[in-house]
């Protein structure tokens, strides 16, 4: 999957993206950077709204995952379980989510999971930058159910 196609993706079948102005940077089976600009997600201070900033994270562990799984045989309708969200600085501008397994040798284990059970739990974790600064971390835990 290009950045352009999980870009339009995301606009079309998440609307928060798009009203967020969330891009894609980048797209491999490791990692997925999304961008947002401050403009649409600012606060009474003239900085990122700290829910801008965790959604966009969300949404950059979400699309890891998506991709990922998108080359497995069982069809999965992918939620999130649980989160965590440190917020480090203020971000004065735009914003950038990276996101990364925590585990990624438990990977093919959680997918035989997944093919066997129907179901399985993947760690993911986004860091925010701005302005070449980390300026937040998440961490989740996301559910891959299949959709027979």
Known sequence: MTPSELEHYLHRHIPLARAMQVSVTS?????VTLLAPLRPNIN???TVFGGSASALAILASWCLLHVRLREQP???????????ME???PIHGEFTAESTLQDPESW???VRMLERKGAARFAVSSNLFSSGNLVGHFTGKFVALASR
């Open 108 to 110: 093919e284990r959680q």
């Open 44 to 46: 009474h201070q003239d």
């Open 27 to 31: 797209v491999s089976m490791e990692s």
């Open 74 to 84: 069982v069809p999965v309708q992918l939620v999130i379980q649980r989160n965590t």
């Open 87 to 89: 917020y480090l600085l």
